[in-house]
């Protein structure tokens, strides 16, 4: 299968870890996937659990809507097939001991807590959800035939990943997916990564408004501040030399300490920054650098 963006070919593109690659993907995308309000708590960070072996690779709670789920991950193969009816089995035994539920509580507490918290996670249900790069295929057939076969309930998520010809697919990507909430026509705007575009109304220092209900892009640091200047001046329709020319000039610093965050420093050359500049994938790329943030 082919995405063709702008005449750019994207392919599918599967990734080789679930933990290296694929994980950081899910817990960037949770609020895309899951709806806003949504934050994802992986496994590795909840210490408490860390010998309780039932234990999905994470969980989601929603502390907008009230909700939370068990999320498994999955990279599809014959060993998740064999493994994830198993698994569901596991999970449900797991959440009917109180004891276990306590301890999840108190690991999500000492990350994020919430006055409703100890109520959600002790007293209601969790929705089970499995997360999985492709559904392709025999393979994908089977898969969810198992996962069907033990529980119907369960919801099975494909995100798959279309990585541009050429280019890093970890730094120029499109991702497909269904999300778990019901998307409103009208709103579909508000769904998508902010693009070079969008950026006509950001004002650089101040708190940067997303093209996501209730969330802001906020520079971090000087190099944060920089990089979104010079995206500012190229959104004014100006290149990518001229832009750092001038945001060299107004800061009266050398234009190679401001080309250097941009290229050398962040995506390895400036040629790959314009390209991602272009693409409308800078944004998404420099939240996963560290270089922006989001608030609420």
């Not at 902010?194 to 520079?219: A, C, M, Q």
């Not at 290149?239 to 050398?264: F, H, M, P, W």
Request: hydrophobic letters at 35%; a positive charge.
């Amino acid at each position: 299968m082919i995405i063709i963006k702008d005449g750019v070919k994207y392919k599918l593109w599967e990734p080789r870890h679930e933990v290296s690659d694929f994980e950081p993907m899910i817990m960037f995308h949770v609020r895309d996937i899951f709806g806003n309000g949504c934050v994802y708590f992986p496994k590795q960070k909840l210490n408490t659990l860390a010998n309780i072996h039932s234990i999905s690779d994470g969980f989601v709670v929603d502390f907008k809507r009230r909700k939370w789920y068990i999320v498994e991950l999955k990279l599809l193969c014959d060993d998740a097939i064999k493994r994830i009816s198993g698994q569901i089995v596991d999970y449900k035994n797991a959440i009917r001991n109180q004891k276990t539920r306590r301890r999840i509580y108190k690991a999500i507490k000492s990350i994020k807590d919430a006055d409703f918290l100890d109520d959600l996670i002790n007293d209601e249900e969790p929705d089970i959800v499995v997360i999985i790069n492709s559904l392709d295929g025999e393979l994908g057939k089977q898969f969810k035939e198992k996962v069907q076969g033990t529980d119907s309930r369960v919801k099975i998520v494909e995100f798959r990943t279309f990585a541009r010809e050429g280019v890093n697919p970890i730094q120029v990507h499109i991702h497909l997916f269904e999300p778990m909430y019901q998307i409103k026509i009208e709103h579909l705007q508000k769904l998508t990564t902010l693009s070079i575009e969008e950026t006509k109304k950001v004002s650089v220092g101040d708190n940067i408004r997303l093209g996501v209900e209730d969330s802001k892009i906020v520079p971090i640091g000087a190099k944060g501040k920089q990089i979104m200047m010079v995206l500012t001046k190229m959104n004014e329709g100006k290149n990518y030399k001229t832009a750092v020319s001038e945001i060299a000039k107004e800061l009266n610093i050398s234009y190679q300490s401001v080309s250097d965050k941009c290229g050398r420093q962040l995506t390895g050359s400036s040629k790959d920054f314009i390209v991602m500049v272009e693409d409308g994938t800078i944004i998404d790329y420099l939240y996963k650098k560290g270089v922006i943030k989001k608030t609420n």
